[in-house]
């Protein structure tokens, strides 16, 4: 096949949780410029309009509806409302995801909870829920993202356990339903990104910024263009004989 077309996602329906804004945004441009037909999702359905205006202009079909990755309910009539508008599902980023700042000494269950529910178990719902429609069709890509924050420890300065842990999480949740759904024609990967600023890192970023850059050694953060050749790439037939891999994106940082 022609590499070209390899990569072409023009009539596939690609899920993205938490697409209206930073990364998620990235990603979903990405795809819609490769011709991927989008639903977004995300609590503040707001943005998911807003951002879905901006990619209608790119050519292709958008769908916006709000969504809370914890509630099981949410996420079914999230595939549903996709099945029904587009027919069938072929992407689906489990991009949703938070972090809660706080020595481990202090943290509390409900802050730890918050975190682990949204990134790692709204992971597994939406993989699930979307996962029955792919095993009927014998065919699916779902890309995770987790982070470097989950590949290995991190100094003090950077408080965020719960953070870690889930995405941790993420990371061996890819490798295993890899092996569970390599069977169904369903490639199952992950992206951990390094630094990029967005709405939830640039605070981090900002009060750490030398700090940071000196352990990257490509010597910038991640910027708005980064993520989409990785996005895209595992989720088209480039990648059909690539599942329970984590492709890192963090300029060196882990290297």
Not at 30 to 43: N, T
Not at 52 to 66: D, P, R
Not at 140 to 158: D, E, H, M, Q, T
Not at 183 to 190: P, S, Y
Request: aromatic share 6%.
């Amino acid at each position: 096949m022609n590499v070209k077309k390899l990569f072409d996602l023009s009539g596939r329906v690609a899920i993205v949780t938490g697409g209206s804004v930073g990364l998620g945004r990235q990603m979903a441009e990405g795809f819609a410029e490769m011709g991927a037909k989008l639903v977004l999702c995300a609590r503040k359905k707001e943005r998911c309009l807003q951002a879905a205006a901006e990619l209608q202009k790119l050519g292709v079909e958008v769908l916006a509806l709000g969504c809370d990755v914890k509630d099981p309910a949410s996420i079914q009539a999230v595939a549903d409302a996709t099945v029904k508008q587009f027919g069938r599902i072929d992407i689906l980023v489990n991009n949703a995801g938070t972090s809660w700042g706080a020595p481990v000494e202090v943290m509390t269950l409900e802050q730890w909870s918050k975190v682990i529910e949204t990134n790692l178990t709204g992971t597994f719902l939406f993989s699930q829920a979307v996962g029955k429609v792919m095993i009927a069709q014998r065919r699916g890509k779902i890309i995770n993202i987790a982070s470097v924050a989950g590949l290995r420890g991190s100094p003090p300065s950077f408080s965020a356990i719960g953070y870690s842990a889930s995405k941790g999480g993420v990371i061996i949740f890819t490798k295993d339903l890899a092996c569970k759904w390599g069977m169904h024609n369903i490639q199952v990967n992950a992206i951990a990104p390094g630094w990029f600023p967005t709405d939830m890192s640039g605070k981090v970023i900002e009060r750490n910024k030398e700090m940071l850059l000196a352990g990257i050694p490509a010597g910038r953060f991640g910027g708005p263009d980064d993520l989409k050749g990785a996005a895209v790439f595992l989720a088209s037939d480039a990648s059909n004989f690539v599942t329970g891999n984590i492709l890192v994106v963090d300029g060196g940082q882990s290297a």
